[in-house]
């Protein structure tokens, strides 16, 4: 079994910065892509970010391209995502999710929540204006 942890969640203002982080634990049997994913109220989640087992593929969906950065610490079993110039359209609960891939497959990782296998609980970002 497999925990997902998120932190860094919070109110910040229009503009600002955030760093969320996604910490795994449990039973990591094999390599991993690990994604962000979003859902505001009243809409359905959408794709944040992703990035592959090995770190070196990324992919963002356009709204947050050049705002947002992805990373991962393998040591840490941790995933980043690094939020700056915030808008307010970009306050939600943030959840990382767990894709299982294998080492060798180095291909970008999936932007589809429904091929991710473990999800965390969220984490709230406000955006004030």
């Known amino acids: 079994q497999v925990q997902l942890q998120e932190s860094g969640g919070g109110l910040v203002q229009a503009g600002g910065s955030l760093r969320l982080s996604c910490t795994a634990s449990?039973?990591?049997?094999?390599?991993?892509?690990m994604g962000w994913f979003r859902q505001a109220p009243g809409k359905e989640r959408e794709f944040v970010a992703a990035i592959n087992v090995n770190g070196a593929r990324t992919e963002y969906e356009d709204s947050v391209r050049g705002r947002f950065i992805i990373s991962r610490d393998d040591a840490k079993h941790t995933v980043y995502l690094q939020m700056n110039s915030l808008k307010p359209e970009d306050a939600a609960n943030y959840y990382c999710?767990?894709?299982?891939?294998?080492?060798?497959?180095?291909?970008?990782?999936?932007?589809?929540?429904?091929?991710?296998?473990?999800w965390g609980q969220g984490t709230r970002v406000t955006v004030s204006s």
């Open positions: 999710a767990l894709h299982w891939r294998y080492s060798y497959d180095l291909r970008a990782p999936p932007r589809n929540s429904n091929e991710y296998d473990e």
């Open positions: 449990g039973r990591l049997t094999s390599a991993y892509c």
